[in-house]
């Protein structure tokens, strides 16, 4: 009864250092997408992908790449790690329903 | 665009006491409108919906009525318990999919 699986729950970067955070979900969803979670600014959408090699940028997607080669992955790509990037990361996904199902969080702190 | 707008937390009260979140939205066209709980050091999950005007959703001993005229979707429960403590956010989706706009989210602390 996996979910949605993220790995590394935890990770520390320098400035400048790339990453890749990754999601996994084993419901067959359409949609996936990412989610960063910063006080007092509740989750702001980075990317989200509708299907496999469809994806589309959210509200802050600067920094941040995506792919979606498969349904059921959808990594999220820091290419240049800024201070600006430290927050909680949360991959979500979903059918048409309206109702998504988070992961349990990636936790980036870049110094 | 499309905007959520909830109280300001922390929401600090009483094993047993009621209680009301407040939540206001600015929308174009017939959104959905969910509330959202995330316990400490989990994900969010799914806590109720409305798809519609006048719907009221359900679960847990909480409520909430999707209010038009208001642009309002409150969340209650009439008797609030320890194990309630987590993060609410409430969000609204406008589209064809599951791009869900959350608010800032509000804490509740309930304490025996």
């Known amino acids: 009864n996996a979910g949605v699986t993220q790995t590394p729950k935890f990770q520390v970067l320098k400035t400048g250092q790339s990453m890749t955070l990754q999601c996994a979900q084993d419901?067959?969803?359409?949609?996936m997408s990412w989610y960063r979670q910063d006080p007092g600014m509740g989750l702001r959408l980075i990317h989200y992908?509708?299907?496999?090699?469809?994806?589309d940028q959210g509200e802050v997607p600067n920094g941040y790449n995506v792919s979606r080669s498969t349904t059921e992955d959808f990594p999220l790509r820091l290419l240049s790690a800024a201070p600006s990037q430290t927050s909680v990361y949360f991959c979500?996904?979903?059918?048409?329903?309206?109702?998504?199902?988070f992961g349990e969080g990636s936790r980036l702190t870049v110094l | 665009g499309d905007s959520v707008t909830q109280m300001e937390g922390p929401v600090t009260l009483s094993e047993e006491a009621f209680l009301t979140i407040n939540c206001t939205y600015t929308?174009?066209?017939?959104?959905?409108l969910f509330w959202y709980v995330q316990y400490p050091g989990e994900g969010l999950q799914l806590l109720l919906k409305?798809?519609?005007?006048?719907d009221k959703g359900s679960n847990k001993g909480f409520e909430a009525t999707y209010r038009k005229e208001t642009t309002s979707f409150h969340l209650e429960k009439g008797s609030v318990q320890v194990s309630d403590s987590a993060v609410y956010f409430c969000?609204?989706?406008?589209?064809?999919?599951?791009?869900?706009?959350f608010g800032t989210g509000t804490r509740l602390l309930v304490s025996p």
């Open positions: 979500a996904s979903g059918q048409y329903t309206g109702e998504l199902f």
């Open positions: 419901m067959n969803h359409e949609y």
């Open positions: 992908s509708v299907g496999a090699g469809i994806t």
């Open positions: 929308a174009t066209g017939y959104p959905s």
């Open positions: 409305a798809t519609k005007a006048d």
């Open positions: 969000a609204l989706g406008n589209t064809g999919f599951q791009k869900l706009v």
